[in-house]
């Protein structure tokens, strides 16, 4: 296992944004999963070693708990596990919905057994902290806010492609060495966020039945207004307001890589590969995670530098479609047109 990440779904910039706009009394509110995130990041490498510290499933293993609005793991209730009867709770069992359906996702699709491909046991956390909005994966759990419904944002278990990007996280410490981060010419950390949604989006098509021209492509429809999400895949830069991600390469966002910056703008620049799938999914047609998905998770299994950049990713996942499908096949041609679509030529 390499190095973990600790990844929240809501990148920092949107969390800024709602700090001006929500009136001075509920200011608290956000800032306190302003604070709760930076610490989180502190402590990442200890939570992502605990994970070695759970046993071994030996076979699949889902179990949601109660955090009851607290971020003690300890004094959480378990409240469903697998062939449990429904609980009573609505997050409960959407997270457990999120987390069966990645899980069998991943076993059906691509023969994976849980996370690590040795069946990790799965846990979730719903109910976590007071009104914290936001939802990450740690190493080891999964952990979902409650957001606030009065500040628009919803509960973090009513996207299901929440959970598959936070768990792909894990996929992608277990299967390449990628890093967190990102400068003008090396982007490892925008493709392993890049990564993160296009499992993230397959596992909601799969769970849909939807085929790569139905899907709406969309990632994190976790506000109260439904025509807003955090992403769009298809069309990036038009999925909320101020949504800052560049639809192709000449608008990269070059930004220091730091913490205050979303480490050069992982969650920004990710739309670049982000488009390049989706419209290479969308050329060979059916459903995304058939072929497109099969070459993009063949070559997460390539050698990836772990500075990767774009360019050196594109030439992998055209290298494997010509191995999977077939020199000038449609799939190997679909993907070059994929990438040269947004200025990335292989
Ligand atoms: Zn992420």
């Not at 919803?154 to 990628?178: C, N, P, R, W």
């Not at 790569?212 to 969309?218: G, I, K, P, R, T």
């Amino acid at each position: 296992m390499k190095y973990p990440i600790l990844c929240q779904i809501m990148p920092p910039d949107l969390l800024k944004q709602l700090l001006g706009q929500v009136p001075e009394e509920e200011k608290n509110i956000v800032l306190r999963t302003i604070i709760i995130d930076s610490k989180m990041r502190e402590r990442r490498a200890i939570m992502g070693s605990m994970s070695s510290m759970f046993p071994l499933a030996g076979e699949k293993s889902i179990c949601i708990f109660d955090s009851h609005n607290t971020k003690d793991v300890r004094s959480s209730t378990k409240v469903r596990c697998l062939n449990d009867d429904k609980a009573d709770d609505l997050s409960a069992n959407e997270a457990f919905h999120g987390l069966d359906v990645t899980y069998n996702f991943y076993e059906n699709i691509f023969g994976r057994k849980s996370i690590d491909n040795n069946n990790m046991s799965i846990k979730g956390y719903v109910h976590w902290g007071d009104k914290y909005m936001n939802a990450f994966w740690d190493g080891a759990k999964m952990c979902y806010g409650d957001g606030d419904p009065n500040l628009g944002i919803k509960s973090f278990t009513a996207s299901i492609d929440v959970m598959g990007h936070e768990l792909t996280h894990g996929v992608t410490q277990y299967e390449s060495g990628l890093e967190y981060w990102c400068d003008e010419s090396h982007h490892p950390g925008a493709l392993n966020e890049s990564i993160s949604d296009v499992f993230g989006s397959l596992i909601k098509q799969y769970a849909l039945n939807q085929t790569a021209e139905q899907a709406d492509w969309l990632i994190g429809q976790i506000f109260t207004d439904p025509n807003l999400a955090l992403r769009n895949m298809r069309e990036p830069g038009t999925a909320r307001p101020n949504d800052p991600q560049p639809a192709h390469m000449r608008d990269y966002v070059n930004l220091p890589n730091d913490e205050d910056h979303d480490n050069g703008g992982v969650h920004i620049n990710s739309s670049i590969p982000n488009k390049a799938f989706c419209l290479a999914a969308i050329d060979i047609g059916g459903y995304a995670w058939e072929k497109a998905g099969q070459i993009w998770y063949k070559a997460l299994h390539g050698d990836i530098p772990t500075d990767c950049d774009f360019h050196t990713f594109a030439q992998l996942t055209l290298e494997t479609s010509k191995l999977l499908f077939g020199n000038e096949s449609r799939e190997h041609r679909a993907v070059r047109k994929g990438w040269e679509a947004v200025g990335i030529r292989i």
